[in-house]
T-cell receptor, first 116, second 115 residues
Framework: GAVVSQHPSRVICKSGTSVKIECRSL??????MFWYRQFPKQSLMLMAT?????????EQGVEKDKFLINHASLTLSTLTVTSAHPEDSSFYIC????????????FGPGTRLTVL | QKEVEQNSGPLSVPEGAIASLNCTYS??????FFWYRQYSGKSPELIMS????GDKEDGRFTAQLNKASQYVSLLIRDSQPSDSATYLC???????????????FGRGTQLTVWP
């Protein structure tokens, strides 16, 4: 399958700081990238969908001013958690989809965020 | 009604047995169906995709799709302890944000294969 990378894999930050997470498709062009959040023992929750070169579409209940998403190229999307608080601590996972990858959706390894 | 329903399990089978995982979906117009495996603390990994009625086999895995019954299943033959994970059923459906649709996931079935 196609390869998606995420960086960093783990981040610990103080409350009130901002954290940027990068998601890259390494061997295909990702026309669409998705950002998910997963709390322990719970299922994946889609936060937003982003298409290259356009604004992200956020799911209901997700604050777009708090979770800034940029999809500036066909291989890179970023999620910035602004003014992070302890309740934002979670496992953030991106996934990518593109025509050259058979239009299937491949996940990055995830970023574990801990806000102190 | 949820988009995708799975038995949450847990499902426990002995090594060498067949593990059977089931999933139903609500949108009759769905065209694409997927099974992901997620190990504890890791992200989901795509293991099977199926688009037409019938069976699709890949190694020890067989996906089955019945669109009339809105039912998808995954069979794992010769189960191994390394297959112990949560298996997520996903269905692609048109939605906001992408003309190609987005995946709707079931809650996952936790499988344990004991030696």
């Amino acid at each position: 399958g196609a390869v998606v990378s995420q960086h960093p894999s783990r981040v610990i930050c103080k409350s009130g700081t901002s954290v940027k997470i990068e998601c890259r498709s390494l061997d295909f062009q990702a026309t669409t990238m998705f950002w998910y959040r997963q709390f322990p023992k719970q299922s994946l929750m889609l936060m937003a969908t982003s298409n290259e070169g356009s604004k992200a579409t956020y799911e209901q209940g997700v604050e777009k001013d708090k979770f800034l998403i940029n999809h500036a190229s066909l291989t890179l999307s970023t999620l910035t958690v602004t003014s992070a608080h302890p309740e934002d601590s979670s496992f953030y996972i991106c996934s990518a989809r593109g025509w050259s990858a058979g239009n299937e959706q491949f996940f990055g390894p995830g970023t574990r965020l801990t806000v102190l | 009604q949820k988009e995708v329903e799975q038995n949450s399990g847990p499902l426990s089978v002995p090594e060498g047995a067949i593990a059977s995982l089931n999933c139903t979906y609500s949108d009759r117009g769905s065209q694409s169906f997927f099974w992901y495996r997620q190990y504890s603390g890791k992200s989901p990994e795509l293991i099977m995709s199926i688009y037409s009625n019938g069976d699709k086999e890949d190694g020890r895995f067989t996906a089955q799709l019945n669109k009339a019954s809105q039912y998808v299943s995954l069979l794992i033959r010769d189960s191994q302890p390394s297959d112990s994970a949560t298996y997520l059923c996903a269905v692609n459906k048109k939605g906001r944000g992408s003309t190609l649709g987005r995946l709707y996931f079931g809650r996952g079935t936790q499988l344990t294969v004991w030696p």
